[in-house]
């Protein structure tokens, strides 16, 4: 268990709405991320974050912004949802260090956009 | 760009039998880490084992071992005595040294029979 929640684990939104995905830590992990499931694509980097106020885009960022206010929290957004943004939302931390080089996960947040 | 190619959707094996699952990759990098994810029912993102690129030794983990061949870009992952939780989506990774992004490959289903 590395310490890491998200909420909220299912959300059903309509088109054109905003959502925020919430991911919290609590060991005080540099590395933040955010990742999207799809099948055929297995997981595929969004945003990560660095630091406090420090982040930059992944592979599939267009229509998504992330924040980073608090070591500890790291928040996905989607402007405005559209169906294409269905997904399964995964946060992940790394720890760093010579032996620490892999993600923890957590739990997964469920998106359906209808 | 890397790529990770996990060229089997789905196997199935016989409860206390040995699978192997595939896993090749393509970069041009020399110093990087490759990884085996389990994700159960649960959608949890579960760290199966881990081989840094440099070792030519390949990792165990119990009934868990990897076949490395980097000349051949190829990292399978072998389970001995077949265990029912074993059932699982099984997600191949690959992450260069100093990037931040994790790539990852389908995934492949896992069915054990009884």
């Known amino acids: 268990d590395a310490g890491i929640t998200q909420s909220p684990r299912h959300k059903v939104t309509e088109t054109g709405t905003p959502v925020t995905l919430r991911c919290h830590q609590t060991?005080?992990?540099?590395?933040m991320y955010w990742y999207r499931q799809d099948p055929g694509h297995g997981l595929r980097l969004i945003h990560y974050?660095?630091?406090?106020?420090?982040?930059d885009k992944g592979e599939v960022s267009d229509g998504y912004s992330v924040s980073r206010s608090k070591t500890e929290d790291f928040l996905l957004t989607l402007e405005s949802a559209t169906s294409s943004q269905t997904s399964v939302y995964f946060c992940a931390i790394r720890r760093t260090g010579n032996m620490n080089t892999e993600a923890f996960f957590g739990q997964g947040t469920r998106l359906t956009v209808v | 760009a890397q790529t990770v190619t996990q060229s089997q959707p789905e196997m199935s094996v016989q409860e206390a039998e040995t699978v192997t699952l595939s896993c090749t990759y393509d970069?041009?990098?020399?110093?990087?880490?490759l990884f085996w994810y389990k994700q159960p029912p649960s959608r949890q993102m579960i760290l199966v084992i881990r081989?840094?690129?440099?070792?030519?030794q390949n990792a165990t983990e119990n009934r868990f071992s990897v076949n490395f061949q980097k000349a051949a870009k190829s990292f399978s992952l072998k389970i001995s005595d077949s265990q029912l939780g074993d059932a699982a989506m099984y997600f191949c990774a690959y992450r260069q040294q100093g990037a931040q992004k994790l790539v990852f490959g389908q995934g492949t289903r896992l069915t054990i029979n009884p």
């Open positions: 970069t041009s990098e020399s110093d990087y880490y």
């Open positions: 081989q840094e690129a440099y070792k030519q």
């Open positions: 060991e005080n992990h540099r590395y």
């Open positions: 974050s660095y630091g406090v106020k420090d982040t």
